[in-house]
């Protein structure tokens, strides 16, 4: 698809915020694909049992669609646009993984502990946009989460269901100051495998 003059693109959007069914259909078109692709390399066999990417992929269009009508975003141009539904659809499979979790946990299912946990922080990280290369990130990610011990697993499981550093250094039976210490070499081994690290 050819890429519009920067003033087509903007009254693209503008139609779209307005409703215009054809303007929210090429808007669609201009992120589907490259959302559906990801979306099914994100899912990876934590959460592709409970969740569809088809499923996920309009749940994003849904959102944009949202934002744009509020005029929530500021968009320069397609690369932008499809940037900005790749974020949308990490922190929705990030989402869905914490759901997952907390369901888990409240309803007293400590099996796999661990599971899922490449799935999340790939999600929640930036990566390239290409299928292959997201793979291979993951591989990567996948590597890193082999070698985390026990409690460091534990760290990021609780902190990714929303718990606070204090409420988890209470949970696990170790100092604030301990636990500061361990938050910050975690941060540094995930930053090192280009794992984003800014909910942590």
């Given at each position: 698809?050819?890429?519009?003059?920067?003033?087509?693109?903007?009254?693209?959007?503008?139609?779209?915020?307005?409703?215009?069914?054809?303007?929210?259909?090429?808007?669609?078109?201009?992120?589907?694909?490259?959302?559906?692709?990801?979306?099914?390399?994100?899912?990876?066999?934590?959460?592709?049992?409970?969740?569809?990417?088809?499923?996920?992929?309009?749940?994003?269009h849904?959102?944009?669609?949202?934002?744009?009508?509020?005029?929530?975003?500021?968009?320069?141009?397609?690369?932008?646009?499809?940037?900005?539904?790749?974020?949308?659809?990490?922190?929705?499979?990030a989402?869905?993984?914490?759901?997952?979790?907390?369901?888990?946990?409240?309803?007293?299912?400590?099996?796999?502990?661990?599971?899922?946990l490449?799935d999340?922080?790939?999600?929640?990280?930036?990566?390239?946009?290409?299928?292959?290369?997201?793979?291979?990130?993951?591989?990567?990610?996948?590597?890193?989460?082999?070698?985390?011990?026990?409690?460091?697993?534990?760290?990021?499981?609780?902190?990714?269901?929303?718990?606070?550093?204090?409420?988890?250094?209470?949970?696990?039976?170790?100092?604030?100051?301990?636990?500061?210490?361990?938050?910050?070499?975690?941060?540094?081994r995930?930053?090192?495998?280009?794992?984003?690290?800014?909910?942590?």
């Amino acid at each position: 698809m050819s890429v519009p003059p920067a003033s087509e693109f903007t009254d693209l959007l503008a139609r779209a915020a307005d409703g215009d069914p054809s303007a929210l259909s090429e808007i669609s078109q201009r992120y589907d694909a490259k959302v559906r692709v990801v979306a099914r390399v994100l899912l990876g066999p934590a959460l592709r049992p409970y969740l569809d990417s088809a499923d996920l992929a309009q749940s994003v269009h849904k959102s944009i669609l949202l934002g744009l009508r509020e005029s929530k975003y500021e968009i320069e141009g397609p690369d932008q646009l499809v940037a900005l539904a790749l974020t949308v659809l990490r922190r929705k499979a990030a989402k869905h993984w914490r759901h997952l979790k907390r369901q888990r946990r409240l309803s007293g299912d400590g099996s796999n502990r661990d599971e899922g946990l490449t799935d999340v922080l790939t999600a929640l990280s930036q990566p390239s946009e290409d299928p292959a290369d997201l793979v291979q990130f993951r591989d990567q990610v996948d590597h890193l989460c082999t070698h985390l011990d026990e409690v460091e697993r534990q760290v990021l499981d609780l902190r990714m269901e929303g718990f606070t550093p204090s409420e988890i250094a209470d949970k696990i039976g170790v100092s604030r100051v301990a636990l500061r210490v361990r938050l910050t070499r975690l941060r540094q081994r995930l930053q090192a495998s280009g794992i984003g690290t800014d909910w942590l």
